[in-house]
């Protein structure tokens, strides 16, 4: 099985990287690849850059490359009420906050001629359960919420569903499950809180909880390694 695994930034990437042996590194139109055998099977590591676009670039270069039989997207979030700071979410459902095109008969949140939210592959979620399971590691599943901005106010985002969930908050989630969907790639999510917008020191916790956030979702994901089959 080839196992891609995305993230945005450097520290998130950092340590899965380092756990890898003997593994070939490329760098391909400004996205950067760290390739290795884990057990049986082999893992793609992928540093994709922050946001949509840089996020959307990477995921299509891995698909249609590396060809991958699933995509983990992983790194740190932040959050909504009653998630806090060093949870652990597993994204189930993945939706944007910042589309609007329902003047064009979309729901809020769809992009046109897109599904109106994408869902992690079961089988995937059942391994990263075992995983966290197998670690004690408590975890929570709801729905991941993508957007082009770094949230520090409700008001910013322009679609909260309307159910009660669990809700993480990110720049790049949505969007590799829309590349995924459009490479019909098994897909799954799972973040490390980093900062809740409930809270009113938010950019403090940010700031203090981004290396140790992005280093425990980096372990997490190392663990998961060896829990997929």
Do not use: W
Request: with cysteine; glycine share 8%.
């Amino acid at each position: 099985m080839i196992i891609g695994i995305i993230a945005a930034m450097d520290k998130e990437v950092k340590l899965i990287k380092e756990s890898l042996t003997n593994y070939q590194k490329s760098v391909i139109a400004g996205v950067k690849f760290y390739k290795a055998q884990v057990g049986e099977n082999v893992a793609v590591v992928v540093r994709g850059g922050v946001g949509k676009a840089n996020i959307s670039h990477a995921t299509s270069l891995l698909c249609n490359i590396y060809k991958p039989d699933v995509v983990i997207n992983t790194g740190i979030a932040g959050c909504l009420d009653p998630l806090k700071t060093s949870d652990v979410l597993i994204g189930n459902v993945l939706v944007y906050h910042d589309v609007d095109a329902q003047g064009f008969g979309y729901a809020l949140g769809q992009v046109p001629g897109m599904p109106k939210y994408y869902l992690s592959d079961s089988r995937v979620v059942k391994d990263i359960e075992r995983a966290l399971k197998s670690l004690n590691i408590n975890y929570y599943e709801g729905t991941i919420l993508t957007g082009d901005s770094f949230i520090t106010d409700r008001k910013m985002l322009n679609y909260i569903p309307a159910n009660n969930d669990y809700f993480g908050i990110d720049m790049e989630g949505c969007a590799v499950a829309q590349i995924c969907y459009l490479y019909q790639t098994p897909f799954a999510s799972i973040r490390f809180i980093s900062d809740s917008i409930d809270s009113p020191n938010q950019e403090a916790e940010y700031a203090k909880f981004e290396d140790e956030a992005s280093n425990r979702s980096a372990n997490i994901c190392v663990d998961v390694l060896k829990h997929l089959h």
